[in-house]
């Protein structure tokens, strides 16, 4: 699945590996050792800043998502859970197993071999921020809201698996994982960040999008 995927992508013309660039139609990427970004994460909870790199995901995750939906004319919630999931298994972040999932409130996910846990070690607490952002800000586009992910369980807690629920504010409330949401990425002081970007991303330019949302970022 995860081959074809990525056949289909460098077919189409809307992956490009060329001039030293790797290209996802108009957005950049780039291969890094997992134990580079498990360093990345592991520093930024260090600094109590695991919410601006959860943030930096998100914004990540919802534009990176967005690209491929267009590329894939994808409409359906079910056709876009499944482009984001086979993008998020392409690019390396493990494979996705979906425990439960319903179009306009949740995403239930467990992704077994996270490829950055091996290098958290062992801790009392969740780690992986990075992936959060990216699943929250991604899933907008399956639930058509603005949503958040909370890390239920995490393999350097010496759990069998990384687990992850996507959910709109309203979800995650009556869920009880809302006070987690505030806890953990400081809501009060992001949520206007994501506001922006969702609410934007067709009305302005991306590069501009950006640039204003990360200048928003540097006031926090």
């Known amino acids: 699945m995860t081959l074809s995927f990525m056949a289909k992508l460098i077919l189409s013309g809307n992956l490009k590996f060329s001039e030293g660039m790797i290209r996802l139609k108009d957005t950049y990427l780039t291969l890094a050792p997992s134990l580079f970004i498990a360093e ?123 687990e992850f629920l996507t959910g709109t504010e309203r979800e995650l409330k009556d869920r009880g994982l809302w006070d987690v949401v505030k806890q953990r990425y400081k809501i009060d002081e992001i949520l206007p960040v994501q506001k922006y970007v969702y609410n934007n991303v067709d009305k302005i330019d991306e590069s501009v999008l950006v640039r204003n949302a990360l200048e928003m970022i540097e006031k926090l």
Request: glycine share 12%; aromatic share 14%; proline share 2%.
């Open 40 to 162: 990345i994460i592991k520093n930024y909870i260090v600094m109590k800043k695991g919410y601006i790199l959860y943030l930096l995901s998100w914004i990540g995750g919802f534009l990176t998502v967005k690209s491929v939906i267009t590329l894939f004319k994808a409409k359906s919630a079910e056709q876009i859970y499944n482009v984001g999931m086979q993008l998020g298994e392409s690019i390396g972040i493990g494979l996705y197993k979906t425990h439960d999932y319903y179009p306009g409130r949740y995403t239930h996910f467990i992704i077994n071999n996270n490829p950055f846990s091996k290098w958290f070690g062992k801790t009392n607490n969740v780690m992986d921020y990075y992936i959060s952002g990216a699943m929250a800000g991604g899933g907008c586009f399956v639930h058509n809201s603005l949503c958040q992910n909370v890390e239920l369980k995490c393999i350097a807690k010496g759990d069998p698996h990384c």
